[in-house]
Protein backbone atom coordinates (compact mmCIF):
# COMPACT_ATOMS: atom_id res chain seq x y z
CA UNK A 1 0.00 0.00 0.00
CA UNK A 2 1.37 3.43 -1.03
CA UNK A 3 1.61 6.18 1.67
CA UNK A 4 1.03 8.41 -1.08
CA UNK A 5 -2.10 10.71 -0.31
CA UNK A 6 -5.00 9.80 -2.38
CA UNK A 7 -8.87 10.81 -2.88
CA UNK A 8 -10.06 7.43 -0.63
CA UNK A 9 -7.83 9.01 2.07
CA UNK A 10 -10.36 10.96 5.04
CA UNK A 11 -7.29 12.08 6.61
CA UNK A 12 -3.81 12.60 4.91
CA UNK A 13 -1.87 13.32 8.10
CA UNK A 14 -2.39 9.63 9.03
CA UNK A 15 0.30 8.35 6.00
CA UNK A 16 3.21 10.79 8.40
CA UNK A 17 5.62 8.75 10.82
CA UNK A 18 4.94 10.24 14.60
CA UNK A 19 8.19 12.33 13.75
CA UNK A 20 6.84 13.69 10.49
CA UNK A 21 4.16 15.36 12.39
CA UNK A 22 5.84 16.57 15.01
CA UNK A 23 8.42 18.61 12.34
CA UNK A 24 4.88 19.39 10.18
CA UNK A 25 3.55 21.34 13.33
CA UNK A 26 6.59 23.20 14.37
CA UNK A 27 6.96 23.95 10.86
CA UNK A 28 3.70 25.23 10.60
CA UNK A 29 4.36 27.16 13.96
CA UNK A 30 6.83 29.17 11.71
CA UNK A 31 9.80 27.28 13.14
CA UNK A 32 13.20 27.28 11.31
CA UNK A 33 14.72 23.73 10.72
CA UNK A 34 17.58 25.07 12.78
CA UNK A 35 15.22 25.56 15.65
CA UNK A 36 13.23 22.52 14.90
CA UNK A 37 16.88 20.66 15.37
CA UNK A 38 17.51 21.78 18.62
CA UNK A 39 14.46 21.14 20.15
CA UNK A 40 14.43 17.85 18.81
CA UNK A 41 18.01 16.83 19.13
CA UNK A 42 18.72 16.35 15.66
CA UNK A 43 20.57 17.79 12.67
CA UNK A 44 18.96 20.52 10.41
CA UNK A 45 19.51 17.95 7.49
CA UNK A 46 17.13 15.66 9.39
CA UNK A 47 14.51 18.21 9.76
CA UNK A 48 14.77 18.94 6.17
CA UNK A 49 14.34 15.20 5.31
CA UNK A 50 11.82 14.38 7.31
CA UNK A 51 9.42 17.86 5.94
CA UNK A 52 10.72 16.67 2.70
CA UNK A 53 8.90 13.56 3.09
CA UNK A 54 5.97 14.32 4.73
CA UNK A 55 5.51 16.67 1.46
CA UNK A 56 5.92 14.01 -0.71
CA UNK A 57 3.92 11.62 0.86
CA UNK A 58 1.05 14.33 0.96
CA UNK A 59 1.79 15.47 -2.36
CA UNK A 60 2.38 19.25 -2.14
CA UNK A 61 5.35 20.99 -3.46
CA UNK A 62 6.41 24.12 -0.75
CA UNK A 63 5.79 24.83 2.79
CA UNK A 64 2.89 27.19 2.30
CA UNK A 65 0.74 24.41 0.60
CA UNK A 66 2.29 22.26 3.36
CA UNK A 67 0.64 24.75 6.15
CA UNK A 68 -2.23 25.38 4.40
CA UNK A 69 -3.12 21.29 4.51
CA UNK A 70 -1.74 21.38 8.04
CA UNK A 71 -4.51 24.12 8.91
CA UNK A 72 -7.11 22.20 6.85
CA UNK A 73 -7.16 19.01 8.46
CA UNK A 74 -7.02 19.98 12.18
CA UNK A 75 -3.11 20.18 12.69
CA UNK A 76 -3.36 23.20 14.51
CA UNK A 77 -5.76 26.56 14.33
CA UNK A 78 -5.72 29.72 13.65
Do not use: F, M
Given at each position: MSAVLSPTNLCP??????????????????????????????????????RSRAMAKLGVSDVPALVRLAIRHGLISL
Open positions: LKCLSAREIQVLKLVVEGCTSKVIAQRLGVLPSTVDTY
